[in-house]
């Protein structure tokens, strides 16, 4: 089941006794279980949370097997990024079929492929649901972030919304972090506090770094300070350039279709004027066959970061980008 699929059947009031929470967004992970543990109204003395290696069959199992004397109720919560034996697993589930006052919440954060088996336990017949999420796209994720924003009583405009996800490569749950540090300064944040905030604080934009890296300047500097001094992933730094080049095509199509830009005709949502207008004019710069020699370049990347394990990821990835900045 996908996650808006799953919040219908919140809104109608089913809540299963056992819920599977997985995929690609840990945001959207923990945002579904709070929604869970909210909607059963879960006092802190109901519920018993096990994170990573803190998980002990015995003990979850004797937490969901005790009868309620006095109408509470037993909410399991784990969080783990390695996949529950099937037999412990389908033994939960069962527990809380079976016992009227039992919950059980897991939010896995491991590989997609080794939830697949998982599924097959949390389904109807055992008043089970699984979910499986996906990256949210651009506007869903903002629309995210803004809802977050609401809730914590933070002030920000949407443009500086907009420029933190991006300097975060997209990641929502390091921008929901930084959304509590912001709250501090008790006023809007726009977007020149971003700017002065968060890459004051020595970081790399990543903007600025594919900037650099499409106009053929030295990366390598920026390139050390993104993984080894921000420990951002080498697989999420192709991402970006991928997401960044494939904007640029879609700037430069439209551009050559009607002779001017829109940028929320072009991406679905508005971008910062200055930000438009760099984006258009840095498009138009590359030609249609270098724009096929880049994209191939980078799945070449993302297939072999994602497919090899014995790759030095750092290198290679430094050597690919490298050989990209040939084509320009």
Do not use: W
Request: hydrophobic content about 40%; some cysteine; charged content about 25%.
């Amino acid at each position: 089941m996908y996650r808006k699929e799953f919040e219908n059947t919140l809104k109608a009031g089913q809540i299963p006794k056992s819920t599977l929470l997985y995929g690609a967004c840990s945001y959207q992970n923990t945002l579904l279980s709070n929604t869970l543990l909210t909607l059963l109204n879960a006092t802190t003395e109901e519920k018993f949370s096990m994170y990573y290696d803190e998980y002990h069959y015995s003990t979850a199992k004797n937490f969901l097997s005790q009868s309620s004397l006095f109408g509470d109720r037993n909410i399991l919560i784990i969080k783990t990024e390695k996949a529950l034996p099937s037999k412990e697993l389908e033994v939960l589930v069962e527990l809380c079929v079976k016992n009227d006052s039992s919950y059980f919440i897991y939010q896995y954060f491991g590989e997609d492929k080794k939830a697949t088996p998982m599924t097959k336990l949390f389904e109807k017949k055992n008043q089970a649901l699984f979910v499986r999420l996906f990256k949210a796209d651009f506007n869903e994720a903002i629309h995210l972030l803004e809802q977050h924003a609401r809730t914590i009583g933070l002030h920000i405009d949407r443009y500086a919304l907009q420029h933190l996800y991006m300097i975060h490569s997209e990641d929502l749950s390091l921008c929901v972090n930084e959304c509590e540090k912001l709250l501090i300064l008790n006023k809007e944040i726009q977007l020149h506090d971003i700017n002065a905030l968060v890459y004051g604080l020595g970081s790399v934009s990543m903007d600025s770094f594919i900037a650099k890296l499409l106009e053929k300047k030295d990366i390598k500097e920026e390139f050390e300070r993104l993984v080894e001094g921000d420990g951002v992933e080498e697989i999420r730094i192709v991402n970006a350039i991928e997401t960044y080049v494939s904007q640029l095509f879609l700037f430069h199509s439209y551009i050559k279709l009607n002779g001017s830009f829109d940028a929320k005709a072009i991406l679905g949502y508005p971008l910062p004027p200055q930000l438009a207008a760099q984006r258009s004019q840095h498009s138009i710069k590359i030609d249609l066959p270098t724009y096929n020699l880049l994209l191939k370049t980078l799945l070449e990347a993302e297939y072999y970061l994602k497919k090899t394990n014995s790759l030095e990821k750092t290198s290679y990835l430094l050597s690919s980008l490298i050989k990209l900045q040939s084509y320009l």
